[in-house]
């Protein structure tokens, strides 16, 4: 057929999400398979959050709330800031969607580190932006490098901090030294994902400089360290006016019933949130030991995950170990080939994953 598909769409690339488990199983034909690669949270969620979702089962039949109220105004009670400057979205996929929707016309222009999340540029891509790469030494975002290069096109500026998918992030001065430079007509979107993750001691809250910078945007998510990827609930915070805008985008049921009152229910437990944080330390820090011990260099990370050099194939590497057992994102899928990028477990699965990884590294040199 001549479908008349836009050529936007034609020159974007599909994106890869992680094997899920269901497959490697069918493939390899094992059963027991440990998914290391999408920065899943291995405590899953909150009993709070489990027990909302069994209570709102009755409601099933009914459209959930549009503006998701209940959920806007628990967030607005944790964070001191007003709902009309909250807005939520199925996922912070959504959310970039909506704001490269609001902002973006062809010919624009957006600012991205060259090894940051994808669906910054997809989404670019989509409404026909030209998207900007500045590069990572030491796959670290260079605010200095973003900051060249910024033209009169340059619409939106993404900083993922941390940064996925290297782990990276950047403290407060660098942040305050950026954004006092970048004019005020270019959004600044603050992709916090991982942030209840951080241990760096001069990380700041985002939320601080909503007053100062009416065109910072702070998106956050409950997929991560909250453990409910599943249900895809993102939010973000930014001016009342541009969530105004935002909300003339956003799909009227993008979040749906039980999405809303687990995600009320995940806030109310900060002492799970405080768990899931420890046992992620815990388990960061047996990977640095691991990988310091063979004399391979790793990214420090400030998220749920490890991405380090494996000095070989590691594309190799990915094959070997999903025929072991462990589903991990091999940097060649990331743009950083050679690297791994590994998801931080149960102990239990941190301690298996690193013996299959050495027996691995043992047979590729045997088979030289």
Not at 160 to 188: L, M, Q, R, Y
Not at 217 to 241: C, I, Q
Not at 246 to 267: G, I, K, T, W
Request: proline share 3%; charged share 30%.
């Amino acid at each position: 057929m001549n479908y008349r598909i836009r050529e936007e769409i034609k020159n974007m690339k599909r994106y890869v999400a992680g094997k899920p488990i269901s497959e490697v199983k069918r493939e390899l034909g094992i059963e027991a398979v440990v998914k290391m690669a999408s920065n899943e949270n291995p405590m899953g969620a909150s009993p709070m959050v489990k027990e909302a979702i069994l209570r709102t089962y009755e409601d099933v039949s009914l459209y959930p709330d549009s503006g998701s109220f209940g959920l806007r105004n628990e967030l607005s009670q944790m964070s001191g800031r007003s709902m009309d400057e909250i807005f939520v979205g199925g996922g912070s996929d959504s959310l970039i969607k909506v704001i490269s929707s609001t902002m973006l016309s062809s010919g624009d222009e957006i600012i991205m580190g060259e090894h940051s999340f994808s669906r910054y540029e997809d989404n670019a891509k989509l409404m026909g932006a030209k998207v900007v790469k500045t590069d990572m030494e030491k796959l670290v975002l260079d605010l200095d490098a973003m900051e060249e290069a910024i033209t009169e096109k340059t619409k939106i500026i993404y900083l993922c901090n941390p940064n996925n998918p290297t782990g990276s992030s950047f403290g407060k001065e660098d942040f305050e030294a950026f954004i006092a430079k970048v004019s005020s007509d270019i959004i600044v979107i603050m992709d916090e994902a991982y942030r209840e993750y951080v241990t760096r001691e001069d990380y700041f809250d985002a939320l601080d400089y909503l007053d100062a910078y009416k065109n910072l945007v702070v998106l956050r998510t409950f997929s991560k360290a909250y453990g409910m990827a599943s249900l895809r609930v993102g939010y973000g915070f930014a001016d009342p006016e541009l969530v105004g805008y935002f909300y003339r985008v956003v799909d009227p049921f993008d979040v749906n019933l039980f999405a809303q009152e687990a995600a009320v229910a995940a806030l109310k437990d900060q002492a799970f949130l405080r768990q899931v944080i420890e046992k992620n330390t815990e388990g960061k820090h047996y990977f640095y030991r691991e990988l310091e011990e063979m004399g391979l260099p790793y990214v420090v990370s400030d998220t749920n995950f490890v991405l380090w050099d494996t000095k070989k194939d590691d594309m190799e590497i990915f094959r070997r170990l999903m025929k072991k057992g462990y589903i991990i994102r091999p940097g060649g899928f990331l743009g950083i080939p050679g690297h791994i990028r590994v998801t931080i477990s149960t102990m239990e699965n941190n301690i298996g994953f690193m013996r299959a990884y050495k027996e691995v590294l043992k047979e590729m040199e045997m088979e030289k």
